[in-house]
């Protein structure tokens, strides 16, 4: 297809790891990001990851880069109430960031 | 440093009217893109601006259009609004072209009527 797919939405109990999923459709995509949007506000860039890499962790912040099945993940360990957001994974694609529709991170007490 | 910043942050127009968007990148940044973000259909691509110079565009029609200014600031404009071009405006900037580290303001939030 051509859409970048992402589940909606992801419930997880404070202090536990979550991870957040996204499959992207262009095999040359130079770059992979995740943004993060919490309400009322524009994206905030959180992390990004060359193609040519597997992974990039950054504290609480892993990417995981599978190029063979175009699949990224974002894992964010000890989940906080503050990082209750909407996650968008982006490619880059014909010299365009193309986004995802978003995965809503709920945390539950 | 400062971040992006767009002007205004929300604007209430209605249906006709014609609208303009500013937005000034960070300092030293060349490039900015737009992006329409709506419920239905996310965050799309408008185009982006490098050096005063469109150089890639989304699939809009020609009511949405834009420019830079030698300082970097972009404005965008939407012209005859429709009540479909409600949504959040966001302008996001980099120091290079194309797809690369690109940083977001807080939008402008355009609602027509």
């Known amino acids: 297809g051509e859409d970048v797919e992402q589940s909606l939405f992801l419930s997880v109990r404070e202090g536990d790891s979550s991870v957040i999923n996204c499959t992207y459709t262009d095999s040359s995509s130079t770059y992979l990001y995740w943004y993060k949007q919490e309400p009322g506000a524009g994206l905030q860039l959180l992390t990004y990851i060359f193609s040519n890499m597997d992974m990039k962790q950054d504290q609480r912040l892993t990417v995981l880069l599978n190029k063979k099945d175009k699949h990224l993940s974002l894992r964010i360990a000890d989940t906080q109430t503050g990082d209750s957001a909407i996650y968008f994974c982006a490619e880059s694609r014909d010299d365009k960031i193309i986004f995802g529709k978003g995965t809503r991170l709920h945390i539950l007490p | 440093k400062a971040g992006v910043t767009q002007t205004p942050r929300y604007l209430i127009k209605t249906r006709g009217q014609q609208v303009t968007l500013s937005c000034s990148p960070i300092s030293g940044h060349r490039s900015v893109s737009w992006y329409q973000q709506t419920p239905g259909q996310g965050l799309q691509f408008l185009f982006e601006?490098?050096?005063?110079?469109?150089?890639n565009k989304g699939n809009f029609p020609g009511r949405f259009s834009g420019r830079q200014f030698s300082n970097s600031r972009s404005e965008m404009n939407v012209s005859t609004l429709e009540l479909g071009d409600s949504a959040l405006y966001l302008c996001?900037?980099?120091?290079?072209?194309?797809?690369?580290?690109?940083?977001f303001g807080p939008g402008t939030r355009l609602t027509v009527t």
């Open positions: 996001a900037s980099s120091k290079g072209q194309g797809a690369y580290e690109q940083y």
């Open positions: 601006y490098f050096s005063e110079t469109q150089r």
